[in-house]
């Protein structure tokens, strides 16, 4: 078989011209072997009108094998060369045919240089898009994080606005003042405690010495 890729061809007949030549000769050597069949199962049946006749079915087997083997050696010599000529004239594109849909490469021919510098730019191009794709990934998760910020900021001034509905339900309607005042009462609570804590040190000290 020829090692010819011939792609042009596969592209123009959707095969590939060896594959059509090897299924050929496997239909014609099928046929072979199946006339073969016919022709000894033909002899045996004359034989069984010849009752003296000394050929055995084994010879007759061993006769056919040979005659199959003579056969397929001319076979293959002849199918040999059946293929050169169907490869070369029957199915061959020559040189100078070019197919319909590869009419554009004609209109628009390309250099091996220009079509290096098209494979550049689209490599840059990829590498920018994917440079894009990794800055719009990070401007989501900014934005995502800006809107739980927003989020919290909103929960913040809820809080303030309850706050100051306390603090003018309490008659205090400036959120300075009412300020002022919890951190009065703050630091008067912080000084509770402190006087607190030193009186029960002193006890403590004084439960010691007893």
């Given at each position: 078989?020829?090692?010819?890729?011939?792609?042009?061809?596969?592209?123009?007949?959707g095969?590939?011209?060896?594959t059509?030549?090897?299924?050929?000769?496997?239909?014609?050597?099928?046929?072979?072997?199946e006339?073969m069949?016919?022709?000894?199962?033909v002899i045996?049946?004359?034989?069984?009108?010849?009752?003296?006749?000394?050929?055995?079915?084994?010879?007759?087997?061993k006769?056919t094998?040979?005659?199959?083997?003579?056969?397929?050696?001319h076979?293959?010599k002849?199918?040999?060369?059946m293929?050169e000529?169907?490869?070369?004239?029957v199915?061959?594109?020559?040189?100078?045919v070019?197919?319909?849909?590869?009419?554009v490469?004609e209109?628009?021919?390309?250099s091996?240089?220009?079509?290096?510098?098209?494979?550049?730019e689209?490599?840059?191009?990829?590498?920018?898009?994917?440079?894009?794709?990794?800055?719009?990934?990070?401007?989501?998760a900014?934005?995502?994080?800006?809107?739980?910020?927003?989020?919290?900021?909103?929960?913040?001034?809820?809080?303030?606005?309850?706050l100051?509905n306390?603090?003018?339900?309490?008659?205090t309607?400036?959120?300075?003042e009412?300020?002022?005042?919890l951190t009065?009462?703050?630091?008067k609570?912080?000084?509770?405690?402190k006087d607190v804590?030193?009186?029960?040190?002193?006890?403590?000290?004084?439960?010691q010495?007893?």
């Amino acid at each position: 078989m020829s090692v010819n890729p011939m792609a042009y061809e596969a592209q123009f007949f959707g095969f590939t011209p060896q594959t059509c030549m090897l299924r050929i000769y496997i239909a014609f050597q099928d046929y072979l072997f199946e006339m073969m069949l016919v022709v000894e199962s033909v002899i045996l049946k004359k034989l069984d009108g010849f009752p003296g006749c000394k050929i055995s079915t084994f010879q007759i087997r061993k006769s056919t094998e040979k005659f199959l083997l003579f056969m397929k050696q001319h076979f293959d010599k002849l199918f040999s060369k059946m293929e050169e000529m169907l490869l070369q004239l029957v199915l061959n594109i020559p040189k100078n045919v070019l197919l319909p849909e590869d009419k554009v490469h004609e209109q628009y021919p390309y250099s091996k240089a220009q079509f290096q510098a098209l494979q550049d730019e689209i490599h840059q191009l990829q590498q920018q898009y994917r440079a894009e794709a990794s800055a719009g990934q990070a401007l989501r998760a900014e934005l995502e994080e800006q809107k739980a910020v927003q989020a919290e900021l909103e929960k913040i001034l809820q809080w303030f606005d309850g706050l100051e509905n306390i603090c003018r339900e309490h008659g205090t309607g400036n959120l300075e003042e009412s300020f002022a005042f919890l951190t009065q009462n703050s630091k008067k609570l912080q000084d509770v405690l402190k006087d607190v804590e030193e009186k029960s040190k002193k006890l403590k000290q004084h439960d010691q010495l007893l």
